[in-house]
């Protein structure tokens, strides 16, 4: 059975930093292209970060770029999301999310993700 699942999330104050994982279980992802997306209450999930299966290309929401910095490590069939200068309004349930195995897109749709994983929460207080 496939798995995602993550962790590191928490309760932090603006400004402060978290790392968040995303470890796979079930068969490998090292092919798959994987995904952050992010949901906070009353709205729509929205993209976060995305990274090719080779970690050679990444994309990222405009809201966090330049803050936030995803990577993976195929070896150990994890994903992780380096979250800096948190604010606020970057409180959520961050999910990770696993694309089709050999594909070579990595979207920033949701509708681009075969697998996810049930999410941590992260809270930013100001």
């Known amino acids: 059975q496939v798995q995602l699942v993550e962790s590191g999330g928490g309760l932090v104050q603006g400004g402060a930093s978290l790392r968040l994982s995303c470890a796979a279980s079930g068969r490998t992802f090292s092919s798959s292209a994987m995904g952050w997306f992010r949901q906070a209450p009353g709205k729509e999930r929205e993209f976060v970060a995305a990274?090719?299966?080779?970690?050679?290309?990444?994309r990222y929401a405009d809201s966090v770029r330049g803050r936030f910095t995803i990577s993976r490590d195929n070896a150990k069939n994890t994903v992780y999301l380096q979250m800096n200068s948190l604010k606020p309004e970057d409180t959520a349930v961050y999910h990770c999310?696993?694309?089709?195995?050999?594909?070579?897109?990595?979207?920033?749709?949701?509708?681009?993700?075969?697998?996810w994983g049930q999410g941590t929460q992260v809270t930013v207080s100001s």
């Open positions: 999310a696993a694309g089709a195995p050999g594909s070579s897109t990595v979207d920033v749709s949701n509708l681009g993700y075969d697998y």
């Open positions: 990274i090719s299966w080779r970690g050679s290309f990444t």
